[in-house]
């Protein structure tokens, strides 16, 4: 995981405070575009987020619980990836999201 300065803005700071309250993540991790500097002003927001309170809620479920903690507008879009640390651990040496996420993203909480 690469560790560098990130400008997350406001609503998403917002958001990542509010994840933390509700499903104290072990980590949240902003990967791809925005975690490289390389973002324009229509990227999204790549976030990992590894907690076990997603055990027994389906991967779509997990992401709607997510984006309902939205409370104000962001400016682009948000795509939460979900995962508890068992399925992350099964994930983490496969090509995927999970393996480019914790390989070259940062984490911000």
């Known amino acids: 995981m690469v560790g560098k300065k ?3 803005s406001e609503p998403v700071q917002k ?3 509010r994840i933390k309250q509700r499903f104290l993540p072990a980590q949240i991790i902003l990967f791809g ?3 490289r ?3 324009r002003n229509d990227s999204d ?3 990992l987020i590894i907690s076990n309170q997603f055990e027994g809620i389906t991967f ?3 992401i709607d619980q997510i984006l309902q903690l939205s409370t104000e507008p962001i400016g682009q879009d948000i795509e939460p990836f979900c995962y508890t640390p068992k399925e992350i651990e ?3 040496t496969q090509l995927g999201i999970v ?3 914790l390989d070259t993203g940062t984490k911000i909480a």
Do not use: F, H, P
Request: aromatic letters at 4%; a positive charge.
């Open 6 to 8: 990130i400008r997350i």
């Open 15 to 17: 958001l990542v405070a």
């Open 33 to 35: 575009s925005r975690a």
């Open 37 to 39: 500097g390389e973002e």
């Open 45 to 47: 927001w790549d976030i």
């Open 60 to 62: 779509r479920n997990r």
């Open 90 to 92: 099964q994930r983490k």
């Open 99 to 101: 393996k480019t996420a």
